[in-house]
């Protein structure tokens, strides 16, 4: 049996579709069963990070797990619940969604990949076989965008038009996550996930464009306003610096380059862009 957290969420989610695709026996762990779709052939095990008794009856005769944690001031201390109660279970393989670049010196000043970084010590010293997948950005993300791009043919960006972000499509991630939970030799191996190629604010525009066939724009925003903006809808303040924390650091670069993972692991290209924008176009208004 082979666990799944986070199986509502973007990774999660294609892992979980990726296993069941492979015919594998797939549990998720899901916090409220009642807005969820369950798909065909998964059982459900209700629970969460903060409820110990909850991950051990989730993990009852599970072999294998998928960690995924969410982006909160709080994932040490919830990931690291989730490693404790493996450890307890007996789990023969942990695969865990860390983040691109967690093992570089010097991440301390992005609490994103500083959490990232602690969470892949906490999962070396627990003694459980692992394996890390280290993605980029998200393509996902844009669907936080999608209103703005259907009903205004815009996307909002701080990013300034010089810089680039070898985005992944999450699909990949799920795909990537599946192999390595259901095929020996990953053990013991942290994999660098990235998109196809490189892209600037104009580039995912042009890519919209042809996909839905309609001119779509990106608006500069001043970090400053964002920040305002997020904060006035609810994201936690922790967030809204870590996100402006990586927003520099895709400034410099450090997040444009493609790595060959994907495409050596999977045996065709990562997913680009367009593949992306067409699963969704729906969604987009296309
Ligand atoms: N987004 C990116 O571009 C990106 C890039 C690289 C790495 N990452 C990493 O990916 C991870 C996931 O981030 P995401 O924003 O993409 O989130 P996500 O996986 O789409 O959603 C988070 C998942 O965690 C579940 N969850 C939240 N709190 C929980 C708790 N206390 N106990 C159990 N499950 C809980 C959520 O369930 P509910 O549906 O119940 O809320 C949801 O399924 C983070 O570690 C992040 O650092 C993200």
Redesign the pocket.
Same mark, same amino acid.
């Given at each position: 049996m082979i666990l799944v957290? $986070?199986?509502?969420?973007?990774? $999660?989610g294609a892992t979980l579709q990726a296993l069941t695709k492979l015919g594998a026996p797939v549990r998720a #762990? !899901?916090?409220?069963p009642n807005?969820?779709h369950v798909p065909e052939g998964v059982e459900v095990a209700v629970?969460?990070?903060?409820d110990p008794a909850s991950l051990d009856a989730a993990l009852q005769g599970v072999e294998k797990a998928y960690l !995924?944690?969410? /982006?909160?001031e709080q994932?040490v201390e919830?990931e690291s619940a989730f490693v404790a109660a493996a450890r307890r279970a007996g789990v023969r393989h942990l695969v865990r #969604? /860390? !983040?691109?670049g967690a093992d570089q010196p010097g991440v301390g000043a992005m609490r994103?990949a500083a959490y990232?970084q602690i969470l892949e010590r906490v999962v070396r010293e627990s003694g459980l076989p692992w394996t890390f997948l280290r993605? +980029?950005?998200?393509m996902? +993300?844009y669907l936080g965008q999608a209103q703005s791009l259907a009903q205004q043919g815009v996307f909002y960006s701080s990013l300034s038009p010089a810089a680039k972000v070898s985005h992944i499509d999450a699909l990949d991630i799920g795909a990537v996550a599946a192999k390595t939970l259901t095929e020996p030799g990953h053990e013991g191996q942290a994999y660098t996930l990235t998109g196809p190629e490189p892209l600037s604010d104009d580039d995912i525009a042009a890519r919209f464009s042809t996909v839905l066939g309609r001119p779509i724009k990106h608006i500069q925003v001043p970090l400053a306003g964002t920040r305002e903006t997020m904060l006035a809808n609810g994201f936690p303040a922790w967030n809204v610096d870590g996100l402006a924390e990586l927003w520099a650091l895709y400034e410099t670069g450090a997040a444009a380059g493609v790595a060959p993972d994907v495409e050596r692991l999977l045996g065709h290209p990562a997913r680009s862009f367009e593949d992306f924008v067409r699963d969704h176009l729906t969604t987009f208004g296309g």
């Open positions: 957290t $986070g199986a509502t969420g973007k990774t $999660g #762990l !899901v916090r409220d807005k969820w629970g969460h990070f903060e !995924v944690g969410a /982006s909160t994932q919830q #969604l /860390s !983040v691109i994103f990232h993605p +980029n950005g998200f996902q +993300n």
